[in-house]
């Protein structure tokens, strides 16, 4: 049995918090990994950049100005 398939046996016992305790781990280790091969990280590249090309859009969202934003 693989390391991947005991892990996965393992990680399917834990709470959903737990499994993501873990995820975050495992993207910590391959980013680590990346790096340590050189490979280049960029801004550009990263979640953020995404998340700014992609906005969520959220229905019947009107923002405050700067007055209304102030009075709270």
Known sequence: ??????IEKRLLTLPV?????????VEFLASRDQSERG???TLAKSPLAD???NPLQVTNFTP???D?????
């Open 68 to 72: 209304e934003a102030n009075a709270r």
């Open 64 to 66: 405050l100005n700067r």
């Open 51 to 53: 998340m700014m090309r």
């Open 1 to 6: 049995m693989s390391y991947a398939e005991l």
């Open 17 to 25: 918090a737990k499994q993501a305790e873990v995820f975050d781990f």
């Open 39 to 41: 490979e280049e990280h």
